[in-house]
């Protein structure tokens, strides 16, 4: 079982919310991730956590702040976003360097 | 840094035939190469993976050579199906670069029946 589930699966948010996407794996993978895609383009590293820290942050504005509660846990929580930051956003869980996505979540900022 | 550059962007095929998707990438310290597809409106699945160590790999009906010389790796997918239209991604990882992949630029692979 690869299985990374993510939550909502549809998001429309304003410019003043803030809100939060959810992931969560029971695969026992050490390393969470969180990538942002836009349309016909590949999805790009945001935030990497290994063992409950963040281990990279590729330079994402401060509007975008992950958190790890436990080891199966990861949290995106979202506030002032802007138009531009719709896109589908992937959580995604590793093992021995292999890499598993979920399905996404599609935030819409109007 | 790396580059992974993907060639065709698009890709229509009949079905039944074959279809290649090459990739090349820069840097030779890279050693582990995914190749995901991804359908409409879902996320990107792991389809098959290879390992520096290795030249090819086969499941199924679908294959992944590399050629660890020239710094390109290859999908092939034979006897195609409409199922298989979707777009793929390649990919290449540093060892222990902790999910710091360089994608492709994807495929859009259309299989028409």
């Known amino acids: 079982d690869t299985e990374v589930t993510q939550t909502p699966k549809h998001l429309v948010m304003g410019m003043t919310n803030k809100k939060s996407l959810k992931c969560e794996q029971h695969m026992g993978h050490r390393a969470m991730y969180w990538y942002k895609q836009k349309a016909k383009k590949p999805p790009e590293l945001m935030f990497v956590y290994s063992y409950e820290k963040l281990s990279i942050n590729e330079s994402v504005p401060s509007r975008f702040s992950p958190e790890c509660p436990n080891s199966s846990l990861l949290n995106l929580h979202l506030h002032a976003l802007q138009p531009e930051d719709s896109a589908l956003y992937l959580c995604?869980?590793?093992?021995?360097?292999?890499?598993?996505f979920g399905e996404g979540s599609w935030l819409t900022v109007v | 840094g790396e580059n992974v550059e993907q060639h065709p962007s698009t890709l229509s095929v009949q079905e039944g035939d074959s279809a290649v998707i090459k990739c090349t990438y820069s840097d030779s310290a890279s050693n582990y190469f995914p190749w995901y597809k991804q359908e409409l409106g879902k996320g990107p699945q792991l389809i098959i993976d290879?390992?520096?160590?290795?030249g090819e790999k086969k499941d199924q009906r679908i294959a992944v050579t590399l050629n660890k010389t020239a710094k390109h790796f290859s999908l092939h997918i034979t006897e195609t199906q409409p199922e298989d239209s979707a777009v793929y991604f390649c990919?290449?990882?540093?060892?222990?670069?902790?999910?710091?992949?360089?994608f492709g630029a994807g495929t859009q692979v259309v299989v028409t029946p």
């Open positions: 290879i390992r520096s160590n290795v």
């Open positions: 990919a290449a990882r540093e060892t222990d670069s902790w999910g710091k992949f360089q």
């Open positions: 995604a869980s590793s093992h021995q360097g292999t890499i598993y």
